[in-house]
């Protein structure tokens, strides 16, 4: 589509074509003034010379961060950045900014409790003998891909989840698994933080998930080997074997 602004007419037509309704649809590219809440928040929105040195950012109504934001942080070492959601937060430190920041205009930190990929990942996990009392909880982020650099992430998942330890998980959509990062721990608000340098889709489950990949060591979860010993006569001839299998 071109910049700036598009029309479009949609004609939709019901099952039994007695009924047709026409709908318009007025689509901007490339028009900032138009765009709600797509509108990014450039460097220029933020008073980094004169601000604190923990800015907050609310991204509630706007969560579009453009990539100069982050460029301007690198020259205040000393502030950190916190772009605060609904439930979540992510916090940049100026000094862990990398040094090439994503090619990437802009960095969407919208963030949901659900996944467009809910059913899919919720089939390949229950698949896995162990898992079927597992509870899960998504959390799904607009943006797919590397941050400019560390971020804090902080989750707030309600009381109901206080005072536990979760196992953190990350889909991976390229190959289609589940890779396990390790645990956390809330507090009495059930809230957690934890270390990110990348966002996509993540699952917090209330157990360890057989068939999920452990990160740390490439190793499947769950994945069992068996070792068969043969049992020998005299003659060095096969006359039985025995089998033990380990986690």
């Keep these: 589509i071109a910049d700036g602004e598009n029309v479009f007419t949609i004609e939709v037509t019901s099952p039994d074509e007695t009924k047709k309704k026409t709908y318009t649809v007025t689509v901007y590219r490339g028009d900032e003034e138009n765009m709600g809440k797509l509108t990014p928040i450039h460097a220029e929105d933020i008073d980094f010379e004169n601000s604190p040195d923990v800015i907050i950012v609310d ?4 969560p579009r961060i453009a990539r100069d934001v982050f460029e301007e942080l690198k020259n205040y070492p000393d502030k950190k950045i916190i772009f605060q ?7 940049f430190d100026a000094s862990d900014i990398d040094n090439v920041i994503p090619q990437t205009e802009y960095f969407s930190f919208g963030m949901s409790f659900r996944s467009p990929l809910e059913v899919e990942i919720s089939d390949e ?3 896995h003998p162990g898992n079927d009392d597992a509870n899960l909880v998504f959390v799904y982020f607009d943006y797919h891909g590397a941050l400019p650099g560390p971020a804090v992430l ?18 991976n959509e390229e190959r289609e698994r589940v890779d396990y990062y390790g645990t956390v721990n809330t507090n009495s608000k059930g809230t957690f933080s934890l270390i990110v340098d990348h966002l996509s889709t993540y699952i917090i489950s209330d157990q360890t998930l057989n068939g999920a ?17 043969y049992i020998l006569d005299e003659d060095g001839a ?5 089998t033990t299998s380990t986690e």
């Design 238 to 242: 096969v006359v039985g074997f025995t």
């Design 213 to 229: 990949n452990d990160a740390s060591t490439g190793e499947t979860i769950g994945h069992k080997t068996v070792t068969v010993e």
């Design 125 to 127: 996990i229950y698949s």
């Design 59 to 62: 991204v509630t109504k706007y």
């Design 85 to 91: 959601g609904n439930d979540y937060s992510l916090q």
């Design 154 to 171: 902080t989750l707030s998942m309600g009381s109901k989840y206080k005072n536990s330890t979760y196992y953190w998980n990350y889909y």
